[in-house]
């Protein structure tokens, strides 16, 4: 056969050698990276390989038979292309549904019947119409023919599937980020440019006649496509997942392929990972961080771990979940995976915030299940009972507790699991030195609507009960056997006014005056053990009656003072019942300590914000500043002390009643004690 050589030949042969290249370079890696990628782009390349090898060959022919014979082969590369160029481009945009038999079948149907009339029934007399050899421009034998009504109608079809593909790859190219709308972008370049060359080749008067441009072109585009392969590592870094991992994540998301190669990761998981790297394995790309890698070996299973990275700001907790993208054909074959981190830092800060209250609370923090055995209890029993929580837990909740308290425990805690209510109670618990301690303890679910576990909260107040068993010697001894000795003294000191003369009954006045104070020393020791110990039940108390009474009974008592009131017609106040008593010391102490001949007193009450306040003015010598700040510092000292039990009683009664007491001195002389109570409610 004579050949000719034309000014195409050399640039299709590349173009075709270099097709050929790109394809074995494919099919070396079709078991690596996306499968369909892949073979699709092995499709791709065998298709335009053929295509433009074998037009070499017919531009080369010098006879009508071998031309057609050239043709033959053209139309394989020209079928295989268009069919493998779709399922390229829907292959690469995740489009996985498109790979089912039948929609495969579909793809395929066009071009597959094309390839078979062509060598059953030959291109002439089915695309071509009167073939002959011309003589072109450039002065060498091409091949001239009439386009049959079946080569239009293929070419449409063609034109209308390659602008859909490039319209999936220009969404593609604008949807994407980074290195994948690189990827598309230069793709959608590779595949428009010959499309282009060919409608203006055979569509105008630009190109020679008769001359298919578009295996021509596929010499540029073999260079596109070049560097998309080896800059953007099409077949390695394929978009697995991305549209659904990516959607709207907070969570850090990287997505790796079938040999566990970082090909994606979202802006969160770049600033989780700052060194993290397209391309790079997965060991090399978390080998500060082993627990990432871990999860990544247990092969997509859903298991995972936890991972701390430390920053500037603090360590960061996260977990770590690999989740395996099955091939979208079987659906069994693992083509990559997509590796989620989700930050618990405020979580785990939480947890540890609360496992520390735990661990440094001042009482025994204990979780005790229905069986009645310790299943946690807390690192301060070390502190509190001597013993160690490792040697405590496991064993039954009643084994340190006090023989004769057993009974009692045992049913607070069936009551805690029964009725889900707390259970508090006072038992004794054995130290390791062997002593017994005294405890308070609350038992209640350790859950709501909970009953399997309880948690149990220990509150040591031994050196509590002791200070009580002292301060009730001391207040027995203070109410009672001094006002019992008060009353002997003054009996005795009435008995010898018969038997002493004036001077004589000059001192035991003196007496008497003192047996009268320790006698109301006593009782006000024992108004304030009542203040103390009892619970403050809110009474209805009307001020605009008691204040009235008190002054009366106060005037009568003292004759020599002179109180004048002032109060609304109802002053209706929440406070406690000895309130009375508070109002009434204020009052007395203002005659007795008064240093004049006659004790002025003013009383009056007003409404005050959502309550009344009582003002009681004297023009006496004043309460002394030491006293006035024992109030405001709550305490007494040596140096620093109350004259007396009274205003103490006053303190605790306003305080207890929910009000406030103030105490100031008036000029020239005397004091002004207020006091605010709160309203009734409804009055």
Known sequence: MVWQTTPYTVPLLVAGASSFVFAAYAFSRRFRGSTLLVRTFLGVTVGAGIWATAYAGQLSATTLPGTLLWNRFVWIGVGTLAAAWPAFVLAYTGRSTWFRPRRLALICLVPASVVAAVWSIGAVPLFYRSPALATSDGGHLVLAYSPTVALLAFTAYSYAVNLLSFAVLGYAAIDRTGIFRRQAGLLFLAGTFPMAVGVLGAWSSVGPRFVDLTPISFAVTVGVVAWVVFRYRLLDLSPVARKTAFANLSDGVVVLDGADRVVDANDRARELFASLEFGQSAEAAFSGVPTVFNAVRNGGTGKGGRATIETEDGPLFLTVTEHAVSSAVSGAERSGSVVLFRDVTERETLQRRYRALIEKSPNVIAICGTDGLLRYVSPSIDRLLGRQAATVEGRPILDLVHPEDRAESQRRFEAALETGEPQVFEHRIAHENGDWRAFETTIEPLFENATKEVVITATDVTENRRHEQRLQVLNR????????????????????????????????????????????????AREIDVALHDEFDPAEIDLASLLPRLCD????????????????????????????????????????????????IEVAVGPDE?????????????????????????????????????????????????????????????????????AMDGA
Do not use: C
Request: no cysteine; glycine share 8%; hydrophobic share 40%.
């Open 610 to 678: 959502d309550g009344y306040r009582v003002e009681i003015a004297d023009d006496g010598p004043g309460i002394p500043p030491v006293e006035r700040t024992v109030f405001s510092e709550g305490r007494e000292t040596p140096l620093e002390h109350a004259s007396g039990l009274g205003l103490w009683l006053v303190h605790w009664i306003v305080t207890g009643s929910g009000g406030e007491l103030a105490i100031e001195t008036r000029e020239p002389t005397g004091t002004l004690v207020s006091m605010w109570f709160p």
């Open 477 to 524: 001894v203070l109410r009672h056997d001094l006002k019992n000795d008060a009353n002997v003294i003054g009996g005795y000191a009435d008995l010898l006014r018969d038997h002493v003369d004036a001077e004589g009954s000059e001192h035991l006045d003196v007496i008497d005056r003192k047996v009268e104070t320790l006698t109301h020393l006593s009782e006000q």
């Open 553 to 600: 009974s106060l005037e009568t008592a003292f004759p020599d003072a002179s109180v004048s009131v002032s109060t609304p017609e109802v002053a209706v106040v929440s406070a406690d019942e000895l309130l009375e008593s508070a109002v009434r010391n204020v009052l007395e102490n203002a005659v007795i300590h008064h240093d004049g001949a006659v004790a002025n």
